[in-house]
Structure formats: C-alpha cells, structure tokens
C-alpha cells in the first residue's frame, strides 16, 4: 500500500469534521409571536448571504447563531458543540449587529481596544491597531464615536468584531449607510477573510449585495427557510417565474391584441385606463413590448413591473 493510498485510507475512515455552523429544526418565538419558525442548515467556510425581507427574522436568527438567544426549539451548533452558554465557543465569534452598539464618547481606537481587552489578549493594542487598519479608520480612530457617520460606525463595530481574528463572523446588516468606497472595501475585505478559511454570514435585504458577495445564500420569509444553497440557482428561481406588468399607451386594446401573440406573454387583460400583462419572462418581455409596440404604431406612457419588490419575490420562492 503507498504512503498516498494509506493517507487516503485514513481519511476516508475518519469522522467529517463538524459543520462550523449547524441550525437544527430551530425556532424562536416571543409569547404568539413567531420569529423563526422551524429552520435548519448547516454551512462551512466561505461567505453565506442571509437574505430576506425587513421583519424576516434574519436579525432573531444571527442572535440564535451567536449565542445571544436560546432557541425557543430546536438547537444550534457551532463545531459540533452547542453555542449557548459556552463561553469558549463565544471566544471563537465576531458579531457585528445592526443597532449602533458603541460608546459615543469613546473613541473608534478605544472602542476596539476595549473589545481586545475584554477578549483578553496578550497584546490588545497590538490587536486594535490591525483590526483598525483593515477597516481603513486609521485616520478617524481618535476621534470620538458620536461624530462618526453611520459608515464609519459600521467600520468600527466590525473592526471590534475581528480583533480577536475569529474563526466565524457573523455580521447583520453590516453595509448599511457605507458610501460606494466603504462598500467595495468592506466587501474585499470579507472575501480575503474567506478566502483564509473563516465562516461569515452576513444578512441583507439587498439582492444586489447578496449577489456580488456571497457563493452561498439563506432565504428567510416570515421566520421561515424559503431557499437555500447556491446562489445562482436561487436566482434562477427568483428570475424564471411569473411577472405582471401594468401599461398605459396610446391604445391599449390595439397593443393588447398585438401582444398576445408574443412568446413572451401568457395572459393579457384590458381595464378602463390601463393593460395588464403577465409574461413567464422577465428580461424577455421588456425586450420584446416597445418592439411590439412600435410594430402595432402605437406610443407607450408607461412600462411598469408590479410585482417585482422582494416581498413579492420571497413569496413566490415559500409557495414553489
């Protein structure tokens, strides 16, 4: 047997490491009121997108996740060990939640030197110091944190949140208020994390910032998992379903007549001032309507998707 195949024979044999981040049937409720409501998944190393809707329950579930809240049900797991209580497990987290949980009279520098003492370093200057640079606030870090902008409030939580390098960083809501600049930063700087090796989750209601961030995404809607998994296939799922248009033009029922028979339109309905239409393809369809348009010799007003709101597009994904 060579070295190769006794190597390959020994791992084959061994337990697969414990998720970094595991969520078993999990729910949350406060009195009648459920937050979350029965979710589980397990995820790895890489960046994981926790998208959903204002009042989701994406903000009870990342507290869940970092041992803030006991789940009501259900349990959750980081390396194969329960985070509730476990003071050791804490040592291994960085949070960074959405309310503005900073000192306005400390400054940005004592404000994260302060975390690094409280994580016990053996160098906490050292440590607030690197943390402050990756967050590029090195030039505002002696000043006070009640006149920073919500940017700058953003950086400076997150810069507390990985001074002690953990191995899980768990972020809700992080690029709210950040300038395009503050962005693009913030957003090299999670993938280089991930790329080390770290398991960051980070919420949004923005597709967009989902889509340019994270290889994996959570679908969360009304406390519920409504898609999971890779992100382009979820996408594929929120583009390849049903959309309704509202048109005002020139003339309605003559464009009416002229769309039905276009590949891009399953159903088309005349009201009193405007024309519903309802085609399975999104893109297709605004290709399609002004070249339809013009064919028919008729101007259109107005082109507008009615139901294109992420509410709208969660609701689908909980009903497939």
């Known amino acids: 047997m060579t070295a190769t195949t006794e190597r390959e024979t020994a791992t084959a044999g061994a337990p697969a490491p414990a998720p970094a981040i595991e969520a078993v049937s999990v729910s949350r ?10 979710v589980s998944f397990a995820l790895g190393p890489g960046i994981t997108g926790l998208l959903g809707p204002n009042g989701a329950g994406k903000s009870t579930l990342l507290h869940m996740l970092a041992g803030f809240l006991a789940p009501s049900a259900g349990s959750v797991r980081m390396f194969g060990e329960t985070i509730w209580k476990n003071e050791a497990l804490y040592r291994r987290i960085g949070l960074v939640p959405e309310r503005e949980a900073i000192y306005p009279f400390l400054t940005g520098y004592e404000f994260v030197l302060l975390s690094a003492r409280l994580h016990k370093l053996p160098d906490p200057e050292a440590a607030a110091a690197r943390a402050i640079r990756i967050v590029d606030m090195g030039s505002a870090q002696d000043r006070a944190a009640a006149g920073y902008s919500k940017g700058m409030k953003q950086r400076i939580k997150i810069a507390a949140a990985i001074v002690h390098d953990p191995e899980v960083l768990l972020l809700d809501e992080p ?9 693009l930063h913030m957003m090299d700087m999670l993938r280089e994390m991930a790329a080390a090796g770290r398991t960051i989750v980070f919420s949004s209601h923005i597709l967009e910032e989902v889509e340019r961030l994270a290889e994996n995404v959570l679908v969360v809607v009304s406390g519920r998992l409504a898609a999971s998994g890779d992100f382009r ?19 309605d029922r003559r464009l009416a007549s002229a769309l039905v028979s276009d590949t891009a339109v399953f159903g088309v309905e005349l009201g009193s001032d405007r024309l519903t239409v309802r085609a ?7 290709h399609a309507v002004a070249k339809v348009a013009r064919g028919a010799g008729v101007s259109l007003f107005e082109v507008l998707p009615t139901d294109e709101s992420l509410e709208s597009v969660f609701s689908y994904l909980v009903k497939r």
């Open 29 to 38: 409720w406060y009195g009648n009121v459920v937050a979350v409501n029965d």
């Open 233 to 251: 296939q979820i996408r594929k799922l929120m583009t390849d379903r049903p959309h309704t248009f509202t048109i005002r033009s020139s003339d």
């Open 175 to 183: 690029f709210n208020g950040a300038d395009p600049r503050q962005r």
């Open 280 to 286: 399975a393809d999104f893109a297709a369809f605004a």
